[in-house]
């Protein structure tokens, strides 16, 4: 299959980018890794009249520590290099667990973190992540820049609050919690393939060894990736037993409202989700109590 016709831009600054993105608005699509756009202009779901090709700027290409123990990523860097990188390991440990998930390496030597944050699939692992993370977006155009919260950034169907003659420049990770436990859990048709349903979590104890934060992020379920707040306080306070990861997945099973499609029932992705989520609390449980033993 061929995309429909459009014209072709290759700029070599960031400037020079934002500049054709003030001059063409919605007319326009960024082109970066291009696993995602390409197929959709191939199979004429989507039809861009004009290209930007955004992959000579070697600027928007890094990752660098944070604030404290934080992490950058810009928004251009390879998915495959944040894989194999000693840094992201070190400062966060779930995003370079999360990584591998996605597609297969072919797929991840071209895609990039900012393409896949901003295409805003909804079976997408990272912008679950993201929500689960609390990360934060730098936004540029012409205007000036202006950071977004994860938790706003997502508003439907590959819907985000981004705007027209916006570009994504970098992804920011809060420090990461050294003795927290975490997990990241999916199901899919085969390896590679979108999750049908997908799950993180991230537990963190106080000082008495009562849950002191929960945070659970559900995808494939819904329009966008989603955290379950009811379910996140009902473990909130309690000494994380078997039977509060139970109560917790049962909670996550009755909010979520998938759809029915070609891969599988509603019925099916909300029994899954809730055994998905069980699962993933008892292997954040497991690291939680390894990780506090020490």
Not at 122 to 142: D, G, I, M, N
């Amino acid at each position: 299959m061929k995309p429909p016709s459009f014209e072709f831009h290759d700029p070599r600054t960031l400037d020079e980018a934002l500049s054709l993105l003030n001059q063409y608005g919605a007319e326009a699509k960024i082109l970066a890794g291009g696993q995602s756009l390409m197929p959709l202009m191939n199979l004429r779901l989507a039809r861009p009249q004009v290209l930007i090709d955004i992959n000579r700027l070697a600027e928007l290409s890094y990752m660098k520590p944070g604030n404290g123990a934080g992490l950058v990523i810009g928004a251009l860097t390879r998915q495959r290099l944040v894989e194999r990188s000693g840094l992201v390991q070190e400062r966060n440990p779930l995003l370079a667990a999360t990584i591998p998930l996605i597609g297969h390496q072919q797929i991840r030597n071209r895609g990039t973190i900012g393409g896949s944050l901003v295409h805003a699939d909804p079976a997408a692992e990272l912008p679950a992540l993201a929500l689960l993370l609390e990360a934060e977006f730098v936004l540029r155009s012409l205007r000036g820049e202006r950071v977004a919260q994860a938790r706003n950034f997502y508003l439907s169907y590959m819907t985000t609050t981004i705007e027209p003659t916006e570009v994504l420049t970098e992804a920011r990770f809060p420090p990461w919690q050294p003795r927290a436990g975490w997990a990241i859990q999916e199901i899919s048709r085969r390896h590679g393939d979108f999750a049908m349903v997908g799950v993180a979590t991230l537990l963190t104890l106080d000082g008495s060894k009562a849950c002191a934060d929960a945070r659970i992020a559900l995808f494939g379920v819904g329009a966008t990736a989603a955290r379950i707040e009811k379910a996140e306080a009902a473990l909130k306070g309690t000494p994380l037993q078997r039977r509060h990861l139970a109560e917790a997945a049962s909670i996550v099973s009755e909010a979520v409202d998938p759809d029915s499609d070609v891969h599988a029932s509603a019925a099916y992705r909300k029994e899954v989700a809730g055994v998905l989520t069980r699962r993933a609390l008892e292997a954040a449980l497991q690291r939680l109590t390894e990780a506090n033993a020490s």
